[in-house]
């Protein structure tokens, strides 16, 4: 492909709000709700959702695949959750939630419609192209039976593609250096999203300046805490690093084809992001790297 990395990163961008669709949605926060889950915050259902696939790992494995949260934000949750609901019938409930609220977004006659069909079929043939092996979070999602329905299937292709990524993106952070509290800061010291916006992941503010601390010696940082003209090429090489390791998906399923599912894909992420579900600040950095 031509620019194979660019569109490498285009694809995440596209699917990631697809995917992330069942963090925020009231349909999903609804089997939560009736699971036994406390919906007055989100983090429950989070942790329960998507360490799910992994069986009923302790804090430490969640913590470790995670790999951006505190552990001790990490443990408040886990292993609570599986006291609450086994691990499939958390799966069961999500395949539900999910399958609810694409259609509630995306409108029954999109969910219903080829073009949603045809989409979730070459998302599938990506997403069964990706070799999971020292991916935990790609490779349970991976292991799990597809979904019949072409929405829902659509979901699960993104959500095995994502994990894909951000399990590479945790191999090029720790190939760079940086441990998931140095990762959050050298994150935020490029502009990705204010800091406040990271303090969901549980940090404390010694931490955080510990952190700040470390990279500061290392160069990557500045007093004011932005990164420094190093600190900006770490943290490329970083994000380059991971649009290689998640670029064979596409590269297997071709240019036209993935050209194709772009285009397919661009309607559907209108209408998620117009729904307002999804927050404008994230920690991904969506649209800033």
Do not use: C
């Not at 069942?22 to 989100?42: C, H, I, Q, T």
């Not at 989070?46 to 001790?72: I, N």
Request: glycine share 8%; hydrophobic share 45%.
């Amino acid at each position: 492909m031509a620019d194979e990395y660019g569109r490498t990163r285009q694809m995440w961008h596209l699917l990631e709000p697809l995917h992330a669709v069942l963090y925020y949605a009231p349909e999903v926060l609804a089997e939560a709700g009736a699971l036994g889950y406390d919906v007055s915050e989100r983090w429950p259902g989070y942790f329960a959702w998507r360490a799910a696939p992994l069986g009923a790992p302790d804090a430490a494995e969640v913590a470790g695949a995670f790999h951006s949260f505190s552990p001790r934000m990490v443990a408040e949750h886990i292993p609570a959750v599986w006291d609450v609901a086994a691990p499939d019938r958390l799966l069961e409930a999500r395949t539900r939630g999910i399958g609810e609220a694409y259609r509630a977004v995306l409108g029954s006659e999109t969910v219903s419609g080829p073009a949603l069909a045809e989409a979730a079929a070459l998302a599938r043939r990506a997403a069964e192209a990706a070799d999971t092996a020292g991916r935990p979070l790609a490779a349970a999602n991976a292991a799990l039976p597809w979904p019949e329905e072409p929405h829902r299937a659509l979901w699960h292709a993104a959500t095995v593609l994502r994990e894909h990524r951000g399990d590479g993106h945790v191999s090029a952070l720790a190939d760079a250096g940086l441990d998931p509290v140095e990762s959050l800061v050298s994150f935020a010291a490029i502009g990705a999203a204010p800091v406040e916006v990271f303090s969901s992941r549980g940090w404390s503010d010694a931490e955080w300046a510990a952190a700040r601390e470390r990279l500061a010696v290392r160069g990557l940082v500045g007093p004011d805490g932005t990164a420094t003209e190093e600190g900006r090429a770490l943290r490329a090489r970083v994000e380059r690093r991971t649009d290689e390791l998640a670029a064979a998906p596409w590269r297997a399923l071709g240019e036209s084809h993935t050209d194709r599912l772009a285009g397919l894909l661009g309607p559907l992420w209108v209408e998620v992001l117009a729904s307002g579900l999804l927050p404008r600040e994230n920690t991904l950095g969506i649209g800033k790297v």
